[in-house]
């Protein structure tokens, strides 16, 4: 199947190629089977023994009472017990719900794939699946679509206008893409996203970039520190089975039905660029997983991804859905 087109989307009919907002929306009724909450089956990423539970909602300051038997003793204030001679805890409450900010990467580098979808498509949907799941549990969902020239903002809210208001940004940028001229790739887009967010997500938010990894570098790793310190980063790295090992299948050639490209797959040299590219970033994210505590799902282009993101998050046959 197609790789790429050098001519942006007329209406969004090329499927695999460009995402369709109806598409999206049908994606509701399949976020069901995983959660970004706390409490994770045994095998999810998410959960203890792979890596950092996640935060959940945050906890509100609500008052400072006498201390009675039974209650942690990890609340105590001892500045205020020291002052009056009896002790006293500090009370919170779980706010009523978390903000969750969507990263969704369009750049032209996203527009690749080899059979089924393009890597840019495989983000719609796993946006699209996120969003309508964070809006199921009652979280409020915000969201950063970028391409490789702008950035647009959604800011969180818990409704399903915003959840659409996300979906059509991500549509719109997503039907903008092709290869040409016109189009210069940015691979420092991904650290201005990430900047960005770092000052919108102040505390107890999940922040989950969708993304290739096309751009990392130093930078990247200040931006995820400092992110990470006081919110919970999860990575959605898509892929294509051609980039983790192209097979020397002599020239091919890879199209769209408006736009090709030949490529001689025999070339060492070529099938070795890709790959090195290929474990350069795996192995970037697998190190800043380990480093920092993110979980990373790795998403190919070649599979559903409702299956794919609830295989990774512990969800199997006879397990109840939540």
Not at 65 to 84: E, H, Q, S
Not at 223 to 248: C, G, K, Q, W
Not at 270 to 277: A, H, V, Y
Not at 289 to 298: Q, T
Request: glycine share 6%; hydrophobic share 35%.
């Amino acid at each position: 199947m197609a790789v790429r087109s050098n001519k942006p989307a007329k209406d969004g009919n090329n499927e695999g190629v460009y995402t369709r907002l109806d598409d999206l929306v049908r994606l509701q009724h399949k976020a069901s089977g995983f959660s970004f909450l706390p409490r994770q089956p045994v095998h999810s990423i998410l959960s203890g023994r792979h890596a950092s539970k996640l935060r959940g909602r945050g906890l509100n300051f609500e008052e400072l009472r006498n201390y009675l038997p039974g209650d942690d003793t990890r609340n105590i204030d001892w500045k205020v017990t020291a002052r009056t001679g009896t002790p006293y805890v500090r009370v919170y409450t779980e706010e009523k719900d978390r903000t969750v900010w969507l990263l969704v990467d369009q750049r032209v580098g996203m527009f690749f794939g080899s059979r089924a979808r393009m890597k840019s498509v495989v983000a719609a949907e796993v946006a699209a699946i996120s969003a309508w799941r964070v809006l199921s549990t009652g979280d409020r969902v915000g969201a950063l679509v970028f391409n490789d020239s702008e950035i647009s903002v959604v800011q969180p809210h818990r409704s399903r206008e915003r959840v659409m208001q996300i979906l059509k940004q991500v549509v719109d940028k997503n039907h903008a893409l092709h290869v040409g001229p016109d189009i210069k790739p940015d691979a420092g887009k991904l650290n201005e996203v990430l900047k960005q967010v770092s000052i919108l997500a102040r505390h107890d938010c999940l922040v989950c970039l969708i993304t290739d990894a096309d751009g990392l570098n130093a930078e990247t790793r200040k931006h995820v520190t400092r992110l990470s310190e006081h919110n919970d980063v999860l990575t959605a790295f898509i892929y294509d089975p051609l980039e983790e090992e192209m097979p020397a299948a002599g020239r091919l050639r890879f199209a769209d039905g408006e736009g090709q490209v030949e490529a001689d797959t025999s070339s060492r040299k070529l099938r070795k660029g890709f790959q090195s590219e290929f474990v350069r970033k795996l192995e970037w994210i697998q190190t800043a997983s380990r480093r920092f505590s993110i979980p990373v799902l790795a998403l190919q282009t070649t599979s559903p991804v409702t299956d794919q993101i609830r295989d990774a998050l512990g969800h199997h046959q006879g397990t109840k859905r939540f």
